[in-house]
Each structure stands twice: as C-alpha cells, then as structure tokens.
C-alpha cells in the first residue's frame, strides 16, 4: 500500500526558511520514475500546484527564485527547499504521487509565515 508521509512544516519569520521533505513507501514502481510534486492550500482557497519534480522540474511563478524543490530516489525522498517565505506562503503544503490510476496525497504540513 502506497504511504506518503510529509514532515518539516512549522511557523517560521518572514524571510526565514524552511525545509519539507516527503517520504513514498509501497509504490509499484521503482520511485525514479515518478513525478513527485508538492502543493499548498492556504485557508478558504483551493489547492494548488507549488512545485514538482521528474524529468523536468516547475514552480508555480510566485515561488520561483524561492524554493527549490529536490529528490534523493535512494531514500525515496523529495524537499522543498522554502527560502525568503513571506506571510502568503502561509498554508497546509501536500506531497502528492500518482501510481496508476491512484492519486495519493500526504496528510498534510503546516507552514505559518508571521512575525
């Protein structure tokens, strides 16, 4: 069974940093060969798409230059490097994988920008 666990959220100044990381377990294939991406959901907005990383990688354009997303596939991990946060980074980040048919989600880590 396909686990995706996130890790590394808390409440951090603006223009701190901080660093997530996501572990996968249980996927089909070997983890190489998967796009991993990250998303955020900041209260009453929808979720959406920050960053992802496979053969190419991609930032939603108001992280670029900020965040660096990476992967180490032999620890089946992927981080999210955050740099110069600012109070509307503020929001519940996911790690997401799509084995197959499934979409799998993490359950979630808070990041708080405030001073």
């Known amino acids: 069974q396909v686990q995706v666990v996130e890790s590394g959220g808390g409440l951090v100044q603006p223009g701190g940093s901080l660093r997530l990381s996501c572990a996968a377990s249980?996927?089909?294939?070997?983890?190489?060969?998967?796009?991993m991406s990250w998303y955020r959901q900041a209260p009453g907005k929808e979720r959406e798409l920050v960053a992802y990383?496979?053969?190419?990688?991609n930032y939603k354009d108001s992280v670029k230059g900020r965040f660096t997303i990476s992967r180490d596939n032999a620890k089946n991990t992927v981080s999210l490097q955050m740099n110069s946060l600012k109070p509307e980074d503020t929001a519940v980040y996911y790690c997401y994988i799509r084995d197959g048919d499934t979409d799998y989600w993490g359950q979630g880590t808070q990041v708080t920008v405030s001073s």
């Open positions: 990383i496979g053969r190419s990688t």
């Open positions: 249980g996927l089909t294939f070997s983890f190489d060969i998967y796009t």
